[in-house]
């Protein structure tokens, strides 16, 4: 079993990871895709590291040294289990790849070790970023005693444990609860974004004490056992890991290791010998013989092709939870302001208000595009792209369906946002042009760039959703290239006043204008049989 467990995880790591097709593909534009997206994970990571690195060199001068490494075990754990619950039930119980294996004389027992050491072995990378840069800043800074490194990168390694123990477990769960109803990717995405939401509210403790003026600068700096201790009702391991660092202490260290071993075993042991049955219980389904002939419905082709999206979209709950997280956190950037009201703000934020009127457009549609469903449409196509291409419509007409699609998700959240903000901000005449006006055009061009993106960095042989969604060229390159592109516009609105801020956001309104007109014609006269 030993051999089957490591040709299963070669197989499905070199698939992950595309490793064989960027040594032997001849392809030269889907192995330029994927090397950029290589170089684009590099830039990502060195990013997160200079984060975690400038985190951790504020909480040492700080005095704050102590709460450090419980900070980074806290961080990187949460990471986990975000990244690893909406990848549960794509990647421990994949649907397609049980279907073949369980015509082979493989062990039950194999399948799911090798499935949870490639989830294993990517939250690894992902801990490492974050513990690595925080050790050696405050290796440089303190020189602690030789057992901390050793502590640390033992205990980086136990690290991914516990988190991607329970993801697993609520992914299962959501995905068992939801394949029972009707419209279960719906249900599937109610039930992670719910998730999250309940999660980031247990964390909002802090955001508390803050507002009622118990947690100042002086209290945190002074009394660093307040920060432990709210760490330690999030979540206990960090705790252990931080004293098992920087104390030696052989209770926390055998609590960490006893604990993750344990419940990682536990789980998996109860995965492995209930396998078949779990995943004949998520993909059985039964049909009903009572089909009655109605009335046919005709659309025109616009409304049936965004018929089409809709469907495919709602389909997959992967694509729907990561692509309405942006703009539910624009209503949620506007149920803050609401809430706090705007002398809160002016007090939080030291600047003129005319200034944050000018950056709340630009920060409303960044945060509407984090990931436009647009930056993965075309791949998400898959295998059946031949039918798009075989329909008898333009290139143009498939396209708009796709933004329309884009559009529609972010609309309700934009309506609803756009009257909270008016309402607190009571703004004149020009400004509630100016609120009302920029995101829609920022957001079009975002929908529009995902799809200029996705064409060039085109992938349709996959095995599974999670990996265009969240590990696509297109959908890095597409989703946060649009949202930066928006962001650097905000620049020359906001920090030029020798100009008229009137003029300046007209002649930034007319390049954005100028840019989505481009590509949006250069898109349309694309030749749909050359792509894939």
Known sequence: MVRQIELLTKA?????????????????????????????????????????????????????EDVLPM??????GVFIFFFGMFQAGSVIFQKNSYEVLCALPISQTAVV?????????????????????????????????????????????????????VAVLFGAVITAVSSRMKHKSMVATLLSVLLVFG??????????????????????????????????????????????????????????????IALFAAVMALVAVNFRRICRSLYSVTARHDYRMQELKIRSIPCALFVKEWKRYVSSSVYTVNTIMGPVLMLLFAVGIFVAGKEKILELVPV?????????????????????????????????WWITKSLP???????????????????????????????????GLMESVWLLVLPVVLMTFACVFGITVNLRLAVFDW?????????????????????????????????????????????????????????????????LGTVG
Not at 20 to 26: D, I, K, L, M
Not at 356 to 374: D, G, K
Not at 405 to 426: D, G, Q, T
């Open 12 to 64: 499905q790591l070199l698939n992950v990871w595309n490793i064989n097709a960027v040594r032997y593909s001849r392809d030269r534009k889907k192995r330029a895709g994927m090397i950029a997206m290589a170089a684009l994970r590099g830039l990502l990571v060195l990013m997160m590291a200079g984060y975690v690195g400038g985190a951790a060199y504020a909480y040492i001068l700080l005095g704050m």
């Open 352 to 384: 003129p208000p005319e200034l944050i009127l000018r950056a709340v457009p630009f920060l409303m549609a960044a945060m509407s595009c984090m990931m436009t469903t647009t930056a993965t449409s075309v791949s998400m196509e898959g295998k059946q």
């Open 199 to 260: 999660l980031m509210a247990m964390g909002s403790g802090l955001s508390v004490l803050e507002e009622r003026g118990e947690l100042t600068a002086d209290l945190m700096r002074n009394f660093s056992g307040i920060l432990s201790e709210a760490i330690a009702s999030v979540y206990p391991p960090a705790v252990w890991l931080g004293q098992m660092m920087t104390d030696g202490s052989p209770r926390a260290a055998a609590m960490y290791f006893c604990r993750s």
């Open 393 to 427: 419509v333009s290139a143009k007409d498939v396209f708009d369906a796709k933004i329309l699609l884009n559009l529609a998700v972010i609309a309700p959240f934009y309506a609803v946002s756009e009257a909270l903000l008016l309402i607190v901000f009571s703004p």
């Open 463 to 527: 095995e599974n959703e999670v990996t265009i969604v969240k590990q696509s060229a297109s959908g890095a390159v597409g989703g946060f290239g649009g949202c930066l592109l928006i962001l650097l516009g905000a620049f020359p609105v906001v920090f030029v006043t020798q100009v008229s801020a009137h003029l300046m956001r007209f002649a930034v309104l007319a390049a954005v204008l100028a840019a989505t007109a481009f590509l949006y014609r250069r898109n349309a006269r694309t030749n």
């Open 71 to 76: 900070y980074l075990g806290m961080i990187a």
């Open 113 to 165: 070790v090798s499935r949870f050491l490639v989830m294993y072995l990517g939250n690894l990378l992902l801990a490492t970023a974050i513990m690595l840069p925080g050790m050696a800043v405050y290796g440089v800074m303190l020189r602690p005693a030789l057992s901390f490194y050793v502590w640390g990168v033992v205990g980086t390694l136990f690290l991914p444990m516990l988190p991607m123990t």
